[in-house]
């Protein structure tokens, strides 16, 4: 079910499986899939225009970067081999034996000493590929000098970029550049080998990363360990894709309460409570803490409550879009904290549980199921850090986040963290800038409500809400031909068009 491993993970299978296997094996198989993919990404082009630049490096990666070039340049395409730095002292023997078959072969090899004349003469020429095999899973600091210049250099082209394995220069486990300030190369396109990887999806991993392919070099499934640790899908939640009886009623769907509303935020309940109703929920209330629209002309189904009007154990409460900070706000913070049924916390709701240790407390000893909904900096508050820190490993994170308040915790972001208390942890593939602009997290708490509100599981209706989210944001990239523009109110329909389609495929 689309399994991430983190690199000791990788580590520790790949030693298993080399055991086994005559030397050389994976590497020439991760070589001739890399040849492959190469092939397809070429395949619209005429033969006397396939020139391929392959940057290999002096370990392992490099290894599999010679392997595959010397397989191209036997299928008659133009390869040139730039070698990245100097021969190993204890270079890996695949690495050495892969390194002799290319020297046979018909690849060009690019001058590594005068690597400025180098770089200037690889800017003048008309690349259709560069395949980045420089350095894989286990670099440990920052690229530098020649290193950083090339990677600068082939930043600017315009031609489509292969990475192997991970791009040069990104941490495989956290999706960040390694070192401060430093650079990776941006990939159109990464194939990885044995298993995926978390960094390839969260953080700067999808800037970098580009299409991320799996090759598991067909390596038995024994020798993987366990994990838990996915990417999300459908997959992940498909038990509760179930059609709808026709013997129901409203009531059969849930009631959800959606509380927020301070002056000036008016819009952020009715934006979270319609996205609540068209994800399904039979019975939906925007509740104010004071002064409650009449109704809502755009969606009348939803139904407005005051606060302190309000049973707050009767429902699944969503708390936080526009509700401010003030004591009347906590009171009610509270007041959810101690209804005694689901809840989902957000926006300032979070920011009163940061200022209060007790509530913090109160919050982890619930019985009813919790779910969390921070920001990067939101999440630095709950957790007394800096959002640097928080992105720095947003996994780690999430799950501190999700064990210190007994909670689901959705760490919003690129390559949105889902974490729950038991450590299982789902990292989100949906989603585009486009959702960087205001109410979009509304409608992430309303969706993720509703489910739950449906008797939902909360960890299935966290995957379900934030693959939708994302998946919906996706869809109106491509209907407005970008990102930019895209509003928090186009979100719901397009979810509840997206939920319908995913039962009816089931």
């Not at 299978?13 to 397809?40: F, N």
């Not at 990363?209 to 498909?238: I, M």
């Amino acid at each position: 079910m689309n399994a991430l491993y983190s690199i000791d993970a990788v580590r520790t299978l790949e030693q298993a499986a080399l055991a086994d296997l005559p030397t050389g094996t994976l590497m020439q198989r991760a070589g001739r899939q890399a040849a492959t993919l190469a092939m397809s990404l070429l395949s619209d082009l005429p033969e006397k225009q396939k020139t391929v630049l392959v940057l290999a490096g002096p370990g392992n990666n490099g290894g599999d970067a010679l392997e595959m070039a010397t397989l191209l340049a036997d299928s008659g395409i133009s390869v040139s081999v730039l070698l990245v730095s100097n021969r190993k002292k204890n270079e890996p023997e695949e690495a050495r034996l892969a390194r002799q078959k290319a020297i046979k072969s018909a690849i060009h090899w690019e001058d590594a000493l005068s690597i400025k004349t180098t770089l200037e003469s690889l800017k003048k020429r008309n690349w259709s590929l560069v395949v980045d095999g420089m350095f894989g899973i286990g670099l440990k600091e920052a690229l530098t000098g020649n290193r950083s210049e090339l990677v600068e250099t082939v930043n600017t082209f315009s031609c489509p970029v292969l990475a192997l394995d991970v791009p040069s220069g990104l941490n495989a486990d956290t999706g960040n550049v390694v070192g401060q300030d430093a650079v990776a190369i941006k990939a159109t396109h990464t194939i990885t080998f044995l298993a995926d990887k978390p960094g390839l999806h969260t953080g700067k991993g999808r800037d970098y990363a580009g299409q991320v392919h799996v090759a598991p070099l067909d390596v038995d499934k024994k020798y993987f360990p366990e994990t838990r640790c996915w990417l999300n899908s459908p997959k992940l939640f498909n038990r509760l894709l179930t059609p709808r009886l026709h013997d129901t009623h409203k009531g059969s769907y849930g009631r959800i309460a959606i509380v927020g509303g301070a002056d000036g935020m008016a819009g952020a309940p009715v934006l979270a409570a319609r996205t609540a109703l068209y994800t399904g929920s039979g019975l939906c209330y925007a509740v104010y803490l004071k002064n409650p629209p009449v109704y809502d002309p755009v969606t009348p189904e939803l139904m407005f409550r005051a606060a302190h009007q309000y049973d707050f154990s009767s429902d699944v409460i969503v708390i936080g879009p526009g509700l401010g900070k003030s004591p009347v706000a906590r009171e009610y913070v509270e007041k959810t904290i101690e209804s005694g049924k689901p809840a989902l916390f957000d926006a300032d709701a979070l920011n009163i549980l940061a200022e209060s240790v007790e509530l913090q407390e109160s919050l982890a000893d619930r019985s009813p199921p919790s779910v969390i909904t921070p920001h990067p900096l939101e999440a630095a508050r709950l957790l007394g850090t800096d959002s640097i820190s928080i992105q720095s490993d947003r996994l780690k994170a999430a799950m501190q986040l999700a064990t210190k308040f007994n909670a689901i915790a959705i760490l919003k972001g690129s390559g949105t963290v889902i974490c729950s208390p038991d450590g299982k942890t789902v990292i989100n593939p949906t989603g585009n800038p486009g959702l960087a602009t205001a109410g979009t997290g509304d409608v992430l708490s309303g969706m993720t409500g509703s489910l739950i509100a449906q008797g939902w599981s909360a960890w299935e209706a966290a995957l379900a809400a934030v693959w939708l989210h994302g998946k919906a944001a996706d869809i109106l990239e491509k209907e407005h031909r970008g990102c930019i523009g895209i509003t928090a109110g186009e979100i719901a329909p397009v979810a509840r068009n997206l939920l319908n389609e995913c039962i009816a495929k089931k």
